[in-house]
């Protein structure tokens, strides 16, 4: 009794957004979801048929058959219940419509690409003809529309997936896959990686943010901005520690010189709740802490961990860092 | 009638196994079965301490009890060793141990073989398992996907140790599974048709069938990847015309068939021993042995039914949808046929009949997961999951873990003389059943929440935290089960109440003396029905008195009828070897072998190819010649049989078949890789500059056709009793032979280096592929023209120069497929 | 090959090997028809072509079984069975074709 009310604080404590497909929120999910109740029932009557012969056969030693009704038991449960309902449920599945997407569908398109052991996502610039919008491990889609994602990845195969709005599709080297998801309502959700990919696949989380259409375009135009100048001596000191520090020649905060492309794009990371692909909340005390023991933290992950810093200069590292809303 | 004084003190002479540590050279089937068995409950008790290191990590979030790096290597041992040196060994042993008692056999065909098949299981089991010990087991999950276990994101020895270790056991498996087919279709006891076979030989055959299709892709995959691995040859890296969905095929066109490998042999085990304890013959008999080939088959269709994810075209998808959903019927056949067999006789509920049980209720719910998962839509939302997870784990567990245990209780006492204790087999049944349910049921929901497979933690709050701790509370419970059942067994073993005859009342072979003796039958019965112990009085005393087949060694041979396929009609006599160390020491050399390519020390591996060879052409040259040999043996009072030895029908002739088929499947893996590349890989079709058609690669096919005719005349001259012609036609076929290998070596050079393109890489393994089976069948006749030089064969004895020449004309064939695959398809890539 | 390994032959490895043979054949000629864009002519050629296949392989599986069933005994019946499974199977395997959108 004493685990109880652990157990209690610790779904309270929560993190960020649904996964379970047991919530959808999309239409495919919806759909699916449908399919297994589905499935459901049809398990419920072939139990209650194997329990039946199971009570007969090991419960009623008294009640014996004869060889011909057994003989229909056994064909009906074994042939002509199957012949009927596999077709059937087999049709069903056809006919709600797969996460897949095709190439030449014009939906609205987002790019994602997975890395170990964090996401990437590319939007069509707001302005048309500018260069695509990065950002990484939240995902931001508008309400109501269909979005086409193209999957890709940058080294090992990963899976995309988003238990509240569909199925998932891998993202395989030397392939580009899509699926294409819609979200009904707004609110935030969970994503993750599927296929296991490596030390720190458990630890490879996005958010993903269901956003009314006005509020969508909103963030897109914010997103769409370089970086904000840093405010304050501790965030310009931070910058420049940035800089000698060597962080831009992986991350790349736009407008500010940094244009490393194999590493979260930290333009706007301050605007983001969580850092380490869904594991830290984003507050003064977890970025430090993750600058300074990234691979106690996340023992694996493709960054090291910068324990040569002074206290004093991951705050500032962490001001500067604040700074970019 | 009564049989000599001494004759029964000959027989056991004869089949004696030597004492001490020498019975490591013993061959017979049933200390060859009970060391598979031990030996896979040895590597199962690691492999479940290991779920049990899982289980303690997923008991509560954030769990700080494995790192990632010791998890991952965790759970993909934990895989590993259960799918391949647990599930199918453990009834590769079952079979080993029972087939030749249930077909009324004095032991396997060939028991080296036999001997070998379990020595290389042991090694690689070993070799695998050493990983673990020195901290760099595998770690890429137990279906190792590239690219995250190639060379770039894997660089240590780990991934080496998988692919090493389980080659080599699937190499014991295949060489298994051909003793098996031999076994059952040529050593039944006289009278014991197809009709009348136990039903466990029907689903050993079924199962030896698929192994020996379905193995063989995973074994090419494997040498590929080692390949890619050693040497960077590309098969499945994408930027060199590779394909990592390349493996993903290769590893289930095994990975499926190998669930239904485990189930089918397990379902057999309950076909034979709940008609037992129902005392009723099992119902619809001929439903069970159609729906045992029908799963046999239909498991080879549904491979991709994995693969769901991957992108591969919806089309394809439907399909495997399709076959998948199919399988529900023959195994909705046999489930409910066992449970009839059950619900119409007048059983009596001992452990074995409660393992029965538990196999339907938890197999029937895996089952019911299955169709679910095979379902496109679904199977998107639950790949990957906990689901997935409780659905694998209730077929498995369900289908082969429950069956094999209630198959221990039922058989201890024909393996033990002792007769092992209900109380704690029932304590031990609702142990293991209700732990394994609270284990696994909750774990559905875990899934469709959206927890992942194979991760070393996970956050709190996302409602995974009850589901996880019943889950591995539920894996202590089944745990302290398992423990209890199998220490009551042991227990049994040494202080159990000793048994009588067939203390169960059973109907099949293996109960006519129980513990039976070591040649197994005093004299080997004729058959009459399924249920011989039941339908035929006085088989027992006829039995043990000698009346039948062969109760007489004959001056210490180990003597034992071989039968045809279908009737089942006496043919000849099979007069089996009795103890050598050949299996031992070569499986050791090959061990030796594979440890010097795991460490990448070539010249060891070289050195361990070249003993190799040695050591199987010295367990290959018979040690009496055939003019010693006698050319008839009396097999019953007034019946005279032939010598199987060199006859033509012998069951080593079936066996060469049955081999072929096996290497045709792996080949056929090799010509699926290409074509599948040429259709779906980036960067192909390659770019082909200029083809050319190298002159020595046109020239060879001459000798190569003269070969093949030199082999056959060969053995046209042995028809006609021409020894001096056969022994000059092997030699021109040994001398054409070496001019096509010459000039295909020399073409060779001439390819592509293997590691620019998957297609140089690919047009290299098959070229190496023909030679080395031209090499052997080249052995194969080299060996038969010494044998001939020292007066071997005879017009209707000259088995090894028949098979010589199948083998040499098979080798040939390859290279109509070879030939245009290495020379002519660059025409096809010139742009 | 003897007498009765023949009739074992047909009656039970006959008909999961037509079947084997089906699935092979439709597979590479769905894929190859989507390779080559066989499916974007205005006759349904792939669907046309699988369900005709279907039709002659279940036809041929049947034929097999009727001369399989006529045996008395063990072959009869088991043979019988399988070959029945098999026609069943055949028939499943061609659906998805007609079912599902090809070539997506």
Same mark, same amino acid.
């Given at each position: 009794?004493?685990?109880?009310?652990l157990l209690?604080?610790?779904?309270?404590a929560?993190c960020?957004?649904?996964q379970?497909?047991?919530?959808?929120?999309?239409p495919?999910a919806r759909?699916?979801?449908w399919l297994?109740k589905?499935?459901?029932?049809?398990?419920?009557?072939?139990?209650?048929?194997?329990?039946?012969?199971?009570?007969?056969?090991?419960l009623?030693?008294r009640?014996?058959l004869?060889a011909r009704?057994?003989?229909?038991?056994?064909a009906?449960?074994?042939?002509?219940?199957?012949?009927?309902?596999?077709?059937l449920?087999?049709v069903?599945?056809l006919?709600?419509?797969?996460?897949?997407?095709?190439?030449?569908?014009g939906?609205f398109t987002?790019?994602?690409?997975?890395?170990?052991?964090?996401?990437?996502?590319?939007?069509?610039n707001p302005?048309?003809?500018?260069p695509?919008?990065?950002t990484a491990?939240?995902?931001?889609?508008?309400?109501?529309?269909?979005?086409?994602?193209?999957?890709?990845?940058?080294?090992?195969?990963?899976?995309f997936w988003i238990?509240?709005l569909?199925?998932?599709?891998d993202?395989?080297p030397?392939?580009?896959?899509y699926?294409?998801?819609?979200?009904?309502?707004?609110?935030e959700?969970?994503g993750a990686?599927f296929?296991?990919?490596?030390?720190?696949h458990?630890?490879?989380?996005?958010?993903v943010r269901a956003?009314?259409?006005?509020?969508w375009?909103d963030?897109?135009?914010?997103?769409?901005?370089?970086?904000?100048?840093?405010e304050?001596?501790?965030?310009?000191?931070g910058?420049?520690?940035?800089t000698?520090?060597?962080?831009?020649s992986?991350?790349?905060?736009?407008?500010h010189?940094?244009e490393g492309?194999t590493?979260p794009?930290l333009?706007?990371?301050?605007?983001?709740r969580?850092?380490?692909a869904g594991?830290?909340p984003n507050?003064?005390?977890?970025?430090?802490g993750?600058i300074?023991?990234t691979?106690?933290?996340?023992p694996?992950?493709?960054?090291?961990?910068?324990?040569?810093?002074?206290g004093?200069?991951?705050?500032?590292?962490?001001?500067?860092?604040?700074?970019l809303? | 009638m009564?049989?000599?004084?001494?004759e029964?003190?000959?027989?056991?002479?004869?089949?004696?196994s030597?004492?001490?540590?020498?019975a490591?050279?013993a061959v017979?089937?049933?200390?060859?079965g009970?060391?598979?068995?031990v030996?896979?409950?040895?590597?199962?008790t690691?492999?479940g301490?290991?779920?049990?290191?899982?289980?303690?990590q997923?008991?509560?979030?954030?769990?700080t009890?494995l790192g990632?790096e010791?998890y991952?290597q965790?759970?993909?041992?934990?895989?590993?060793?259960m799918?391949f040196l647990f599930?199918v060994?453990?009834?590769?042993g079952a079979?080993?141990?029972?087939l030749p008692l249930?077909l009324g056999?004095?032991?396997l065909?060939f028991p080296?073989?036999?001997?070998?098949s379990?020595w290389?299981?042991l090694?690689?089991?070993l070799?695998?398992?050493?990983?673990l010990?020195?901290?760099?087991a595998?770690?890429?999950?137990?279906f190792?996907?590239p690219?995250?276990s190639?060379?770039?994101?894997s660089?240590?020895?780990?991934?080496d140790?998988?692919?090493i270790?389980?080659?080599?056991?699937?190499i014991?498996?295949v060489a298994?599974?051909i003793?098996?087919?031999?076994?059952?279709?040529?050593?039944?006891?006289?009278?014991m048709?197809?009709?009348?076979?136990p039903l466990?030989?029907?689903?050993?055959?079924a199962?030896?069938g698929m192994?020996?299709?379905?193995?063989?892709?995973l074994i090419?995959?494997?040498?590929l990847?080692e390949l890619?691995r050693?040497f960077?040859w590309?098969?499945f890296?994408?930027?060199?015309g590779?394909?990592?969905v390349?493996?993903?095929?290769?590893?289930?066109l095994?990975g499926?068939?190998?669930?239904y490998?485990?189930?089918?042999p397990?379902?057999?085990?309950?076909a034979?021993?709940v008609?037992?304890h129902?005392?009723?013959?099992?119902?619809?008999?001929?439903?069970?042995v159609?729906s045992?080939?029908g799963?046999?088959?239909?498991?080879?269709g549904?491979w991709?039914?994995?693969?769901?994810a991957v992108?591969?075209p919806?089309?394809s998808?439907?399909?495997?949808?399709a076959?998948?959903?199919?399988?529900?019927?023959?195994?909705?056949?046999?489930?409910?046929?066992?449970?009839?067999?059950?619900?119409?006789?007048r059983?009596?509920f001992?452990t074995?009949?409660?393992?029965?049980?538990g196999?339907?209720?938890?197999?029937?719910?895996?089952g019911l997961?299955g169709?679910?998962?095979?379902?496109?839509?679904?199977?998107?939302?639950?790949?990957?999951?906990?689901f997935v997870v409780?659905?694998?784990h209730?077929?498995l567990?369900g289908?082969?873990?429950f069956?094999?245990?209630?198959?221990l209780h039922h058989?201890w006492p024909?393996a033990?003389?002792?007769?092992?204790?209900?109380?704690t087999?029932?304590i031990g049944?609702?142990?293991l059943?209700?732990?394994?349910?609270?284990?696994?049921?909750?774990l559905?929901h875990?899934?469709l929440a959206?927890?992942?497979?194979?991760?070393y933690?996970y956050?709190?709050g996302?409602?995974?935290e009850?589901?996880?701790?019943?889950?591995?509370?539920?894996s202590?419970m089944f745990?302290l089960?398992?423990l209890?059942?199998?220490?009551?067994l042991?227990h049994?073993?040494f202080?159990g109440r000793r048994?009588?005859d067939?203390?169960?009342?059973?109907?099949t072979?293996?109960?006519?003396?129980t513990?039976?003796?070591?040649y197994?039958f005093?004299?080997v019965?004729?058959?009459?029905s399924r249920?011989?112990l039941?339908?035929?009085?006085?088989?027992r005393?006829?039995?043990?008195?000698?009346?039948?087949?062969?109760?007489?060694?004959q001056?210490?041979?180990?003597?034992a009828?071989?039968?045809?396929?279908?009737?089942?009609?006496?043919e000849?006599?099979?007069?089996?070897?009795?103890p050598?160390?050949s299996p031992?020491?070569t499986?050791?050399?090959?061990a030796?072998?594979?440890?010097?390519i795991?460490v990448?020390?070539?010249?060891v591996a070289?050195?361990?190819?070249?003993a190799?060879?040695?050591?199987?052409?010295?367990?290959?040259?018979p040690?009496?010649r055939?003019?010693d040999?006698?050319r008839?043996?009396?097999?019953?009072p007034?019946?005279?049989?032939?010598?199987?030895?060199?006859?033509h029908r012998?069951?080593?002739?079936t066996?060469?078949?049955?081999?072929?088929?096996?290497d045709?499947?792996?080949?056929?893996s090799?010509a699926?890789a290409?074509?599948?590349?040429?259709?779906f890989a980036?960067?192909?079709p390659?770019?082909?500059?200029r083809?050319?058609?190298?002159?020595?690669?046109?020239t060879a096919?001459?000798?190569?056709v003269a070969?093949v005719a030199?082999?056959?005349?060969?053995e046209?001259a042995?028809?006609r009793d021409?020894r001096?012609?056969?022994?000059r036609?092997?030699?021109?076929?040994?001398?054409t032979?070496?001019?096509?290998?010459?000039?295909?070596g020399?073409?060779?050079?001439?390819l592509?280096?293997?590691?620019?393109h998957a297609?140089?890489a690919l047009?290299?393994?098959t070229?190496?592929f023909q030679a080395?089976?031209?090499l052997?069948?080249?052995?194969?006749a080299?060996?038969?023209?010494?044998?001939?030089?020292?007066?071997d064969?005879?017009?209707d004895?000259?088995?090894?120069v028949?098979?010589?020449t199948r083998?040499?004309t098979?080798?040939?064939l390859?290279?109509?497929?070879?030939?245009?695959?290495v020379?002519?398809a660059p025409?096809?890539?010139?742009? | 090959?003897?007498e009765?390994s023949a009739?074992?032959?047909r009656?039970?490895?006959?008909?999961?090997l037509l079947w084997?043979?089906?699935?092979l054949?439709?597979?590479?000629?769905v894929?190859l028809?989507c390779? /080559?864009g /066989?499916?974007?002519?205005?006759?349904p050629?792939?669907?046309?072509v699988?369900?005709?296949l279907t039709?002659a392989?279940?036809?041929?599986v049947?034929?097999?079984?009727?001369?399989t069933?006529?045996?008395p005994?063990?072959?009869?019946?088991?043979?019988g069975?399988v070959?029945l499974?098999?026609?069943?199977?055949t028939?499943?395997?061609?659906?998805?074709p007609l079912?599902?959108?090809?070539c997506?």
């Open positions: 009794m004493r685990l109880l009310p209690v604080l610790l779904l309270v929560g960020g957004g649904d379970s497909s047991l919530d959808p929120t999309g495919n759909d699916t979801l297994f589905l499935t459901l029932w049809v398990s419920v009557i072939v139990c209650a048929m194997v329990a039946l012969a199971v009570v007969q056969a090991w009623l030693p009640f014996r004869g009704p057994t003989l229909w038991m056994v009906g449960g074994g042939v002509v219940l199957p012949a009927i309902v596999l077709p449920l087999l069903a599945s006919r709600i419509p797969w996460p897949f997407a095709e190439e030449r569908e939906a987002i790019d994602v690409v997975a890395w170990q052991f964090w996401w990437e996502f590319r939007y069509p302005v048309p003809g500018g695509p919008v990065v491990n939240e995902l931001h889609i508008p309400v109501g529309v269909p979005v086409r994602f193209r999957l890709l990845t940058e080294d090992v195969i990963h899976s238990p509240t569909g199925g998932k599709v993202m395989i030397g392939r580009t896959n699926a294409l998801l819609r979200a009904d309502a707004p609110g959700f969970r990686c296929e296991f990919c490596g030390l720190q458990a630890n490879m989380a996005f958010t956003l009314p259409q006005a509020e375009q963030w897109m135009w914010r997103e769409a901005r370089p970086a904000a100048e840093p304050g001596d501790e965030a310009r000191k910058r420049e520690i940035f000698a520090a060597g962080c831009g992986c991350h790349a905060v736009r407008g010189g940094a492309a590493a794009d333009t706007h990371l301050a605007s983001r969580t850092i380490g594991i830290l507050t003064r005390s977890s970025l430090t993750w300074a023991a691979q106690q933290i996340k694996g992950a493709n960054m090291p961990s910068y324990n040569g810093l002074t004093p200069q991951l705050h500032a590292l962490a001001a500067y860092l604040e700074g809303r | 009564t049989r000599p004084a001494g029964e003190a000959e027989l056991t002479q004869a089949w004696a030597p004492p001490g540590w020498r490591l050279s017979n089937h049933r200390p060859m009970a060391r598979f068995v030996t896979a409950f040895f590597f199962f690691i492999a301490l290991l779920a049990l290191l899982i289980r303690t997923l008991a509560v979030p954030n769990n009890v990632p010791a991952n965790v759970f993909t041992m934990h895989g590993t060793m799918l599930a060994p453990v009834l590769q079979a080993t141990y029972l249930m056999a004095r032991d065909p080296r073989l036999g001997a070998f379990f290389c299981y090694f690689g089991g070799i695998l398992l050493s990983s010990v020195i901290g760099a595998p770690d890429a999950g137990w190792i996907y690219p995250l190639g060379k770039a994101f660089p240590g020895i780990n991934v140790f998988w692919l270790g389980v080659t080599f056991a699937e014991a498996g298994g599974a003793e098996l087919t031999v076994s059952i279709l040529r050593s039944r006891a006289p009278g048709s197809l009709s009348r076979m466990f030989a029907w689903y050993m055959l199962t030896a192994i020996l299709i379905g193995f063989p892709p090419l995959g494997s040498i990847f890619e050693a960077d590309p098969f890296d994408t930027s060199r590779g394909d990592p390349l493996w993903q095929h290769l590893f289930w095994f499926h068939p190998e669930v490998i485990i189930l089918l397990a379902v057999g085990l309950l034979t021993f008609p037992v129902a005392r009723q013959p099992a119902f619809l008999h001929n439903w069970l159609a045992a080939i799963t046999g088959f239909l498991s080879m549904l991709a039914h994995h693969m769901y992108g591969i919806q089309m998808l439907a399909f495997f949808s076959a998948s959903s199919l399988v529900a019927i023959p195994s909705g056949i046999q489930v409910f046929a066992l449970i009839a067999t059950v619900g119409m006789g059983p009596v001992r074995p009949l409660l393992f029965a049980l196999f339907v209720v938890i197999f029937v719910l895996g997961t169709v679910m998962v095979s379902l496109v839509p679904f199977d998107l939302v639950a790949h990957d999951t906990q409780a659905h694998l209730y077929v567990i289908g082969s873990v069956p094999v245990l209630g198959a058989w024909a033990t003389g002792r007769m092992p204790s209900e109380t087999g029932k049944f609702w142990l059943f209700v732990g394994f349910n609270i284990n696994f049921m909750p559905h875990t899934g959206g927890m992942p497979r194979r991760v933690t956050p709190a996302l409602g995974w009850w589901s996880n701790l019943m889950a591995s509370a539920g202590l745990a089960g398992l209890i059942f199998l220490g009551g042991a049994a073993a202080r048994t009588q067939d203390p169960w009342g059973a109907g072979l293996e109960w006519i003396a513990p039976p003796p070591v197994n005093r004299a019965p004729v058959i009459e249920y011989p039941w339908d035929q009085a006085g088989l005393g006829a039995v043990l008195n000698g009346v039948g087949f062969m109760p007489d060694p001056g210490g041979r180990r003597l009828p071989a039968t045809t396929e279908v009737e089942a009609v006496p000849m006599a099979l007069d089996l070897p009795g050598t160390w031992l020491v499986a050791a050399i090959f030796g072998l594979f440890l010097g795991l990448q020390a070539y010249a070289v050195a361990g190819a070249v190799a060879f040695v050591a199987v052409v010295v367990w290959m040259w040690s009496e055939d003019h040999l006698p008839e043996v009396e097999a019953a007034g019946l005279m049989l032939p010598l199987a030895r060199g006859h012998s069951p080593a002739w066996a060469l078949w049955v081999t072929l088929a096996a045709a499947a792996l080949y056929a090799l699926f290409f074509f599948y590349l040429w259709g980036a960067q192909w390659p770019a082909v500059v083809a050319t058609l190298s002159w020595p690669a046109v096919l001459l000798p190569l070969s030199a082999a056959w005349l060969a046209r042995i028809r021409d001096a012609g056969l022994v036609w092997l030699a021109v076929a040994l001398g032979g070496v001019v096509f290998l010459l000039l295909q020399w073409a060779a050079m001439a592509g280096p293997p590691s620019r297609r140089d047009a290299h393994v070229w190496i080395f089976h031209l052997v069948a080249m052995t194969m080299g060996m038969a023209l010494a044998r001939a030089r020292l007066g064969f005879a017009p004895r000259h088995l090894a028949r098979i010589a083998f040499w098979y080798a040939a390859l290279w109509v497929v070879g030939f245009p695959l020379h002519l025409f096809l890539f010139v742009r | 090959m003897t009765p009739s074992a032959f009656a039970l490895l006959l008909p999961p084997a043979g089906h699935f054949a439709v597979y590479v000629f894929s028809a390779l /080559w /066989w499916h974007r002519m205005e006759v050629v792939v669907q046309v699988v369900a005709g039709v392989v279940v036809a041929a049947l034929l097999a079984t009727r001369v069933a006529r045996m005994g063990f072959l009869g019946r088991t043979g069975g070959g499974l098999f026609a069943g199977a028939l499943v395997v061609g659906l998805p079912l599902a959108p090809v997506r």
